[in-house]
């Protein structure tokens, strides 16, 4: 059967180095992205020209019907999906709970939590053995700022910790559910990681000061971060598992 991977968010930062190594594995690639439609098009191209197939699909996770879009392309194009990345994801600028606006919560929850659940549902369609499907893998992109290793996210952004939370308990949740399925369920929970996301969150500066509390010494690179994701999209008898990929924090 042919592997076909979806990673939501793949334009960029962890998502892009996930792409890459899915392809070194043998999956044909859906790099989706919601506005950089350039930087999915070079994962692509950088697939493409190491003999793998991959396409660019845009879709804002946030959005249902997008979301269904996404997938039908999908299908028209790779074929059904036999694995999901829910990597997309956003933080927002750093503020205490005292000083957050409902709207900020409510967008947090809709990308980081609602997103994945979307694309989730759209997956377990194609892949379950109810719905016809041969089974296939969901790995979850969390944070170590869902729970005590990150505490989470408190003075920053306890509203990304909170939904990185949600994460974890739809990952621990749908492993259960799924398993008579075929489908198995991961996570994997990152601690500080070189990519844009910081500076787009108002923290640019937050890898550079994070290297000296690590018990590694450096922060992740986003390759660190797909190893783990791939080992939990191939590790056959793993499901409902969390991969803390911190450093040792
Ligand atoms: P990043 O460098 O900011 O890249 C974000 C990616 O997500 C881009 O491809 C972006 O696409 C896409 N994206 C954002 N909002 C989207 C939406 N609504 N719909 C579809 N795609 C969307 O982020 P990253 O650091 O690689 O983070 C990836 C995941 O790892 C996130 O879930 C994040 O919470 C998690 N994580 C990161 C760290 C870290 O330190 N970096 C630590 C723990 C967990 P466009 O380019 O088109 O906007």
Known sequence: MDKIMLVTGGSRGIGAATCLMAAKYGYAVAVNYRSNREAAEQVVAAIEADGGRAIAVQADVADEAQVVNMFTTIDDTLGRVTALVNNAGIVDQP????????????????????????????????????????????????????????????????????????????????????????????????GVVNTEIHASGGLPDKPEQAKSAIPLGRVGEPEDIAEAIIYLAEARFTTGAFLDVDGGV
Do not use: Q, W
Not at 145 to 160: E, L, Q
Not at 169 to 189: D, M, S, Y
């Open 95 to 190: 503020s205490k709970v005292a000083d957050m606006s409902a709207e900020r919560v409510a967008k947090m929850m809709s990308v980081n939590v609602v997103g994945p659940f979307i694309c989730a549902r759209e997956a377990i369609r194609r892949m379950g053995t109810e719905h016809g499907g041969s089974g296939g893998v969901i790995v979850n992109v969390s944070s170590a700022a869902s729970h005590a290793a990150g505490k989470g996210g408190a003075g920053t952004y306890i509203d990304y910790g909170a939904s990185k939370g949600a994460i974890d308990t739809l990952t621990e949740g749908l492993a259960h559910e799924l398993a008579g399925e075929n489908i198995r369920v991961n996570a994997v929970r990152p």
